[in-house]
């Protein structure tokens, strides 16, 4: 690799989860940091990072087709950065596979990018996927200006192992935040504009620490200080684990005014037998027994979940106890996957892996039913009075767009502006929105 010039626009693209999304934040303010600013839209970068996800094939392969989509006319190419899981995952592969990457970093590592790009300015390439004992919070710089909902990371990592999961080799082990730093972190993204925060981590209800006096809190006790910051209207966290689904997480659904009537719980499967070959440790009746203690104590939260249809071995009738519990759950919203072998797991080598057809039509059936639900959930709530917090502008003139305290998307029209929380009527419903008319605007 031949010496280049120091990159002055860079452009992040982040693929995956939430936390990705959070890392890209990061990255960005970071390279902010070095002087180097956000490419114009529709406008080539010098330097592009690549902040990618292993979760499943498709995404994992995604990574080479635009690497190869950056190459310009002229057949040269920005200085190409690879962020993320893949980057963790396949390092060396990436730095063999694509000659034009000249970084490698990993989710863990990349507070040290700034000096990665100064060693490729210099015509070197740079693989560093360390899972350091430092953590890169310490040595990324202040959160800057922010949308009216921000991603705050409190947990990293995972310990589970679910036979099918890349996480825990991905993000390491699993660690929580400091409570001083992220609430210092709090403080910062409201002070930015932020009325909503997403407490984010791949198993975030795992998260605990000490609180300002040394007792030992989880995070229905984060939780509880958060919604002390005046200005923050809005707690959300998700990703959550069935098995860390704690009596006070649960109590503070119903006590906490705060904290949105929404639950992430995945559960995966349906059934007992695929449950414990994906090492799930929760049991179909063990699952539901939570939902109900949240219900009991928040009648109208939303529940959302994971699947993966057509784990190895996985029979019809198996897929059918996932449709059951799928009848028996009424989800507000939830994602499905088609089960993808991934390098390293223990499911990978299974016997009976299971055909794409029958995953295709599998997965086909479970859509629509939770397509279904989803629609009934949003039907369900016409007529209730709600407040959206406002995100952005709708595509019709003097149309806003916002969510509703159950995560729903609402548009509707007239005066407000973005960082608003206005209240709003919920008219109209279809399958992944809801129409809103306007009670009462905080502008006069
Ligand atoms: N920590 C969270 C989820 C992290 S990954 C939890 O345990 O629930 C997000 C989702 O991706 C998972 O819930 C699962 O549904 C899906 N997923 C993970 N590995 C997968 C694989 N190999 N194939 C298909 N889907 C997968
Ligand atoms: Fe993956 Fe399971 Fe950990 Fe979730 S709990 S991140 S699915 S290993
Ligand atoms: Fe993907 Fe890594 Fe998140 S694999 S889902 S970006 S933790």
Redesign the pocket.
């Known amino acids: 690799m031949r010496p280049t010039p120091a990159p002055r626009t860079y452009r992040v693209k982040s693929f995956?989860?939430q936390?990705?999304v959070y890392d890209g934040e990061r990255m960005a303010e970071l390279l902010a940091q070095q002087g180097i600013t956000a490419a114009p839209e529709g406008e080539d970068a010098d330097l592009v990072v690549l902040n990618t996800?292993?979760?499943r094939e498709k995404?994992a392969e995604k990574v080479y087709s635009d690497i190869g989509r950056l190459r310009r006319d002229d057949g040269s190419s920005p200085l190409i950065a690879v962020a993320?899981?893949v980057a963790q995952a396949e390092g060396e592969e990436i730095m063999a596979r694509a000659p034009a990457v000249s970084m490698v970093v990993g989710?863990q590592a990349y507070h040290r990018l700034p000096g990665m790009i100064a060693e490729a300015v210099a015509g070197r390439r740079a693989v560093d996927t360390d899972m350091p004992a430092e953590t890169k919070f310490g040595a990324l710089p202040a959160r800057r200006k922010v949308g009216p909902s921000a991603f705050l990371t409190v947990q990293e990592g995972c310990d589970k192992f679910c036979t099918y999961c890349?996480?825990p080799y991905?993000?390491g082990a699993e660690i929580s935040r400091p409570f001083a730093e992220i609430v210092a972190e709090a403080e910062r993204l409201v002070e930015a504009g932020a009325r909503e925060i997403t407490l984010i981590g791949?198993n975030v209800n795992a998260w605990h620490g000490e609180d300002g006096k040394g007792r030992a809190i989880g995070l229905d006790g984060l939780a509880r200080v958060l919604a002390d910051l005046p200005d923050l209207a809005r707690i959300r966290y998700t990703t959550s684990h069935p098995n860390d689904m704690t009596d006070g997480l649960i109590a503070a659904h119903g006590d906490n005014p705060k904290l949105m009537p929404f639950l992430h719980l995945p559960v995966q499967a349906g059934n007992d037998r695929v449950l414990r070959a994906m090492n799930r440790s929760h049991t179909v009746e063990s699952y539901l027994r939570i939902l109900d203690r949240v219900r009991a104590v928040r009648p109208d939260i939303a529940l959302s979940g994971d699947f993966i249809v057509g784990f190895p071995g996985e029979t019809e009738a198996e897929f059918a106890d996932t449709l059951k519990l799928v009848d028996a759950v009424g989800y507000a919203q939830c994602f499905s996957f088609k089960y993808s072998p991934r390098p390293g797991t223990p499911a990978a080598t299974m016997a009976d892996q299971i055909p794409a057809a029958v995953m295709d039509e599998r997965l086909q059936r479970l859509q629509a039913a939770l397509n279904r639900d989803q629609h009934a959930f949003n039907q369900a709530s016409v007529g209730k009075r709600c407040t959206v917090l406002v995100e952005r502008k709708g595509k019709l003139p003097g149309q806003w767009l916002g969510k509703s305290p159950w995560l729903q998307s609402v548009h509707f029209a007239g005066e407000a502006a973005i960082g608003d929380l206005v209240e709003v009527e919920l008219v109209h419903a279809g399958p992944n929105s809801l129409g809103g008319a306007l009670v009462a605007s905080p502008r006069p």
């Open positions: 995956g989860c936390m990705n996800c292993h979760i995404a993320g899981c989710p890349v996480v991905t993000r791949q």
